[in-house]
């Protein structure tokens, strides 16, 4: 399996990353959605901290963690761009 990487730069901080094909492709069809980024992540957490069939309760916790330190911020500028705007 190859192994893409990618440089990342966020805010002034930069991080380094290894994304694989799947990976990859999974970026390019929410690219091509034009699906906004916290829709996303909410979504997918949404449907992971409902999925008690397939994914284990504690990992389910790991991952719904791990998606709301990134939701948070987002969430944040939103809210701030629709002060500016509204």
Partial sequence: ???YEAK????????DMEITPQEENMIKA???AALPPLFVLIR????I????VNVD?????DVVQ???KYIGPLWED????????G
Avoid: A, F, P
């Avoid at 990342?8 to 991080?15: A, T």
């Avoid at 309760?57 to 916790?61: I, L």
């Avoid at 939103?78 to 705007?85: A, D, N």
């Fill in 1 to 3: 399996m190859s192994v």
């Fill in 8 to 15: 990342i730069d966020l805010k002034g901080l930069r991080y």
């Fill in 30 to 32: 929410l690219r091509e």
């Fill in 44 to 47: 997918i957490r949404s449907d």
């Fill in 49 to 52: 901290l409902n999925d008690t």
């Fill in 57 to 61: 309760e504690s990992r389910r916790n």
């Fill in 66 to 68: 791990t998606l709301e």
């Fill in 78 to 85: 939103h809210r701030e761009g629709q002060k500016i705007t």
